[in-house]
């Protein structure tokens, strides 16, 4: 199989076409959410609450959003808890209290990824109360009720062949991309690869915002795409090699003195023999700088 064919079967746009109902594992018939996945989700969100420690001010709102509070649920879905706080109560500014719970958001969800409700994931997020969701339902856990009671969603506005077509090029662009970061030693180039990488992975969050911006919200194309993406594994890879880049460009390598060297300089002064050294000639041995400096001493014996 080579990588188109591989990429072309990751790439299922189906499975995000509208239902004619929402989840009948979350919600019952009458449209309330199931009581005991409820409770638990509330549960599960004041001990987030808890666990932030910001005792001198209280959520709002406790709510579901996202596709599994829409008809265009998934097996892949997540359970995302949208947890609302006034910010301006917490700390004057803004954008530190909003990365002080992303952080704390990240850490918890990371903890906690194994966490599921009727084998669906749980991801928690904290949002300012003059934050509005983008998303076509909201249900509010506390009291019991649609806050934003979805619409039907019929006849989405997007083309499945475009969506395949887009997410197969970017497939194969963080393959390449990828490979050439595994491959490179020269830190400048690995720089370059990274950034546009990174470059990359900004695109498509953009392109997500833009989608759930149209009329058609999260059966948006650009929002399908990059969903498509994530349930295939793209998006985490292509941060992960991000994160590599960086590390790769900023790391120190050890010494490395190779075998041919021992066999010139190190073997002959021992007298030992060379034949059984060969051997293993193809081996790179790492060494410290305090080694190479032994080693040095020792030659100019």
């Known amino acids: 199989m080579n990588i188109s064919e591989k990429h072309n079967k990751e790439v299922n746009v189906k499975q995000f076409e509208p ?28 001990d987030f609450v808890k ?9 709002i709102s406790y709510t579901v959003v996202g596709s599994m509070a829409n008809y265009n649920w998934n097996p892949k879905s997540d359970i995302d ?22 952080s704390k958001r990240n850490e918890w969800n990371k903890m906690h990824s194994k966490l599921r409700i009727k084998g669906y994931k749980v991801e928690i997020t904290v949002v300012d109360k003059t934050d ?47 490979d050439r970061i595994d491959s490179e030693t020269d830190t400048h180039k690995v720089e370059k690869i990274g950034n546009s990488l990174e470059k990359l992975g900004n695109d498509l969050i953009e392109l997500r ?24 594994g793209y998006i985490d890879k292509l941060w992960k090699y991000v994160n590599l880049a960086y590390d790769k460009k900023m790391s120190i390598k050890e010494n490395t003195i190779t075998p041919a ?8 002064a021992a007298e030992e023999p060379q034949s059984e050294f060969e051997k293993g000639k193809n081996r790179v041995i790492k060494i410290s700088q305090e080694q190479v400096d032994e080693i040095r001493n020792y030659l100019k014996k």
Request: charged letters at 30%; aromatic letters at 12%; a positive charge.
């Open 209 to 232: 915002k833009n989608g759930l911006k149209t009329k058609q919200k999260e059966l948006s194309s650009g929002n399908i795409i990059v969903k498509v993406l994530r349930n295939s």
């Open 132 to 178: 509005n969701a983008v998303t076509n339902g909201i249900y509010d856990l506390e009291k019991n009720k649609w806050e934003k009671e979805p619409q039907d969603l019929n006849d989405p506005k997007w083309s499945e062949s475009y969506i395949k077509s887009y997410c197969l090029k970017k497939m194969e662009k963080i393959d390449t991309l990828c």
């Open 51 to 59: 666990s932030v420690e910001v005792n001198w001010a209280k959520p």
């Open 19 to 46: 239902k004619n109902k929402l989840n009948p594992k979350i919600f019952k018939e009458n449209g309330l959410m199931d009581s005991k996945v409820r409770l638990q989700l509330l549960d599960i969100a004041d």
């Open 261 to 268: 060297f021992f066999s010139t300089y190190v073997h002959k």
């Open 81 to 102: 808890i949208h947890i609302s706080y006034d910010f301006s109560k917490i700390y004057s500014k803004k954008d530190f209290v909003k990365n002080f719970f992303m």
